[in-house]
């Protein structure tokens, strides 16, 4: 059994920062890909920065230069560190780890969603 728990979120200023993490435990035999999704109210979902389990990182054009993606692997935790927070960055925050089972099979876990609001 593989759980996946997200911390981290809040209310914050504008031009405010924020950092949620995302940690993994059960049986894991590895994780290959983490990263971040949000959904605005009435908006889909979007990807907002993933992380490779060499290091390779990819970022939302929207994110690029304000988010930060991080991992620890021996932690089987993903951080996203946000800045210069905007009002339209207002969302819950998913995370999603790409987890190799002990059986060899992965599977991508998420999160269970953590609010960001950014308000003055």
């Known amino acids: 059994q593989v759980q996946v728990v997200e911390s981290g979120g809040g209310l914050v200023q504008p031009g405010g920062s924020l950092g949620l993490s995302c940690a993994a435990s059960?049986?894991?035999?590895?994780?290959?890909?983490m990263g971040w999704y949000r959904q605005a109210p009435g908006k889909q979902r979007e990807l907002v920065a993933w992380?490779?389990?060499?290091?390779?990182?990819n970022y939302a054009d929207f994110a690029k230069g304000r988010f930060t993606i991080a991992r620890d692997n021996a932690k089987s935790t993903v951080y996203l560190h946000m800045y210069s927070l905007k009002p339209e960055d207002t969302a819950v925050y998913y995370c999603?780890?790409?987890?190799?089972?002990?059986?060899?099979?992965?599977?991508?876990?998420w999160g269970q969603g953590t609010q960001v609001t950014v308000s003055s």
């Open positions: 999603f780890q790409d987890i190799v089972g002990i059986s060899g099979t992965g599977e991508y876990y």
């Open positions: 059960g049986r894991i035999f590895d994780i290959r890909d």
């Open positions: 992380i490779s389990n060499t290091g390779r990182t």
